[in-house]
């Protein structure tokens, strides 16, 4: 059963840092691309960045260039994503999913990031 953990998030001042971890059970992760992904109450459900199987691509959406970086272990089975100069615009729960560029399906409980001043 493919199974996710997300871990990491919290309650962060604008411009302040958060990284988070998604541990990953249930299938060949080294052989998957992965994605993140988040629930906001302004955009739902909104694709966040993908990486390759051997995390040698990454791809990003616009509002997170240049300030979120997503990675992967391959001998740990996680994935990572290291969010740095949070916005308010940023907050809600962060999921990994399956597959690049990819939302759905959602199979873990999430990570929630709060910010707040």
């Known amino acids: 059963e493919v199974q996710f953990v997300e871990s990491g998030g919290g309650l962060v001042q604008p411009g302040g840092s958060l990284r988070l971890s998604c541990a990953a059970s249930?299938?060949?992760?080294?052989?998957?691309?992965m994605s993140w992904a988040r629930q906001t109450p302004r955009k739902g459900l909104e694709w966040v960045a993908s990486?390759?199987?051997?995390?040698?691509?990454?791809t990003y959406t616009d509002s997170v260039k240049g300030r979120f970086t997503i990675s992967r272990d391959n001998t740990r089975n996680t994935l990572y994503l290291q969010m740095n100069r949070l916005q308010f615009e940023d907050a809600g729960v962060y999921y990994c999913?399956?597959?690049?560029?990819?939302?759905?399906?959602?199979r873990g409980q999430g990570t929630q990031v709060t910010v707040s001043s």
């Open positions: 249930g299938f060949t992760f080294s052989a998957e691309s």
């Open positions: 999913v399956r597959g690049f560029h990819r939302t759905l399906p959602l």
């Open positions: 990486i390759s199987s051997d995390g040698g691509g990454t």
